[in-house]
């Protein structure tokens, strides 16, 4: 084996690894990309169900709306 091919394959080695991390890393930034944009999907089109609640005033240690959406 002469000196060039050992320099030949490391440098392939080096080329390989590089891009088996860039490929990794844009995958993993897409994947949160995709996750964070149907996050925000959900959080816009979403809406709760009207719930029960008091509306006068209540005894020490209840909750009351603010005000009611419903």
């Not at 080096?14 to 891009?19: I, L, S």
């Not at 990309?33 to 979403?46: E, G, I, K, P, R």
């Amino acid at each position: 084996m002469s000196a060039s091919s050992i320099t030949h394959d490391s440098g392939s080695r080096q080329r390989n690894t590089r891009r088996l991390l860039v490929l990794a890393a844009a995958l993993i930034v897409g994947t949160l990309l995709v996750a964070n944009t149907h996050l925000v999907y959900v959080a816009f089109t979403s809406q709760p169900d009207c719930v029960t609640h008091l509306k006068g005033e209540g005894a020490e240690g209840t909750y009351r709306a603010a005000k009611s959406a419903c």
